[in-house]
């Protein structure tokens, strides 16, 4: 399987070298030149196996520069009961019949980034292994909150590689901080930006592509990756929980093979919504897809319009890790909707970057319409959905989760279909204890996140997860906090360091 750039249909690179350099040399993302099939017979066969068992064969897929053996040690590393609080890994709960709750926050940092970000250090130092021997590998992530957390748990203390995670200052919940402020590791850094994610994630980016940096970068036998969902080794990880999904659904009698499966994604990066796409295409039996957003609705109005206009007011909502204008792995979809036509993703992409907009043309947006459903709701009807549904089901949901719910309730006003339904669970409520406590009509005022946390669990008869709970007794080691034009001093400086 050979990877090709987004901007550049010329490149032709190994999963491990799409794996190491995280991003293309031309700004473009790494995409696989075909989506291979999963045929009836294989998917079939894969009821009968693990989360573990699935992934390598869906790794050995994409992964074809790996060994069998490789690809075993990176699967079984990750996706085992030491990691993950179910030996399911992924749980799906049953709401009510025919709609199904996807929770994937049983990882070690509670949020669905850790359904990639324990395998990726594995893929990477394979990948690295192969590509840049010897080198060492620095790590730089943006994040809304969860990735930042779920990145430094999974390269923590991983020989050959450093991570530095940049968040907005404003722009976590104080679990989140509280998480990566008290991140352990000797090889982890941690800074806060004055700033939006959008302002995080452009730093980052154009640390990635600044010669000065590269330069330095050289000296110290230094090259930098991603853990961004612009990684392809972020991406192809999410793709397993779709494909297990159906499988699990099948293998339950809760569907035929070949009934249609909706999939509902409360989406910020596009990164997880793509995941599923790439399942359809792969030949998982799914249905529409539906993305659901907060009132940072760029994605509602793109998918409805065609137009993508960054051009408007950026809001802090009580689902911060989908606070984001730009998202990044929209680009992919593009690219592969536009038939791979890279001179259309360089002329859209370089509009967006200077006038904050593009519009994209009649056959992409015939595309779009046909896979995708889009929908929006504020911070009071995600606040409503979370007690609607606790009242209604006893199933405490976080904010992100009730986004889903609320627009996977608006699409079926909408459109009367009564398809069965997986809802993408991407946190775990106690991340979001304050907004969660808040919507059921507990009073916050007053209390920290500790407090908060019994006075949760008292009300809803549920439990924190231990990882969230023990934060309480962790030392902060990380304050730092810069503006955006200082981040690449942050990294060199961590970097002389290492
Ligand atoms: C990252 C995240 C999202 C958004 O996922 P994307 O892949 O960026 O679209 C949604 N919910 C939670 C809790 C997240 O951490």
């Known amino acids: 399987m050979i990877y090709k750039s987004t901007r550049n249909v010329n490149v032709n690179v190994t999963a491990a070298a799409a794996i190491s350099q995280g991003l293309s040399s031309d700004g473009g993302l790494f995409v696989p030149e075909n989506l291979p099939a999963l045929s009836k017979e294989k998917l079939m066969e894969m009821c009968d196996m693990t989360y573990a068992q699935r992934a390598y064969e869906i790794f050995r897929l994409f992964l074809t520069d790996f060994t069998g053996d490789e690809i075993r040690h990176c699967v079984e590393s990750a996706y085992n009961d030491k990691n993950f609080a179910t030996d399911n890994i992924a749980e799906i ?24 970000l324990q395998i990726l250090p594995f893929l990477l130092t394979t990948s690295a292994k192969k590509t840049i021997d010897g ?62 994610f959008d302002d995080c994630q452009n730093g980052v980016k154009a640390i990635f592509t600044d010669e000065r940096m590269i330069e330095e970068l050289k000296k110290a036998n230094t090259v930098f990756s991603s853990a961004n969902s612009i990684n392809w080794g972020r991406l192809a990880p999410q793709i397993i929980y779709y494909v297990s999904s159906y499988v699990e659904l099948v293998k339950d009698g809760e569907l035929e093979f070949g009934d249609k499966l909706n999939v509902v994604v409360p989406t910020g990066n596009f990164g997880n919504i793509l995941a599923a796409y790439y399942a359809k295409q792969m ?90 459903y889009a929908g929006c709701c504020n911070d009071e ?110 990294v060199l400086d961590f970097i002389s360091k290492q």
């Open 93 to 116: 709960s049953h709401l009510l019949t025919g709609t199904y709750v996807l929770e994937l926050w049983h990882g070690p940092t509670c949020a669905f980034k850790d359904m990639a």
């Open 135 to 196: 080198k060492k590998i620095s790590i730089l992530v943006a994040t809304s909150g969860d990735t930042g957390k779920a990145a430094l748990e999974g390269f923590k203390n991983v020989d050959g590689t450093s991570i530095t995670v940049f968040y907005p200052e404003d722009g976590v919940s104080k679990m989140q901080k509280r998480q990566m402020t008290t991140q352990e590791g000797n090889n982890v850094n941690v800074c806060a930006v004055v700033g939006n």
């Open 283 to 372: 030949g998982v039996p799914i249905g529409k897809l539906i993305c659901a957003s907060n009132a940072n609705n760029i994605l509602t109005d793109f998918i409805n319009t065609g137009i993508y206009d960054r051009n408007r007011p950026f809001y802090t909502t009580v689902s911060p890790s989908m606070d984001i204008l730009i998202s990044s792995n929209l680009e992919r979809l593009l690219y592969h909707l536009t038939g791979e036509d890279d001179k259309l993703i360089n002329e859209w992409f370089t509009a967006l970057k200077q006038t904050g907009r593009y519009e994209v043309n009649d056959s992409v947006k015939a595309a779009i319409k046909d896979s995708f």
């Open 381 to 490: 009807e995600t606040k409503a959905t979370i007690k609607e549904v606790f009242d209604s089901y006893s199933y405490l949901m976080d904010t992100h989760t009730a986004v889903a719910y609320k627009v996977y309730e608006d699409y079926k006003k909408a459109t009367g279909d009564e398809t069965k339904t997986l809802i993408a669970s991407t946190a775990n409520p106690y991340k979001f204890g304050f907004a969660v406590y808040d919507a059921l009509g507990g009073e916050c005022e007053g209390i920290d996140e500790f407090e908060l946390i019994g006075k949760l669990e008292k009300l809803t008869n549920t439990a924190c997860p231990k990882a969230l709970a023990d934060t309480k007794d962790k030392q902060v080691r990380f304050t730092g906090c810069v503006k955006p034009e200082e981040m690449s001093q942050v």
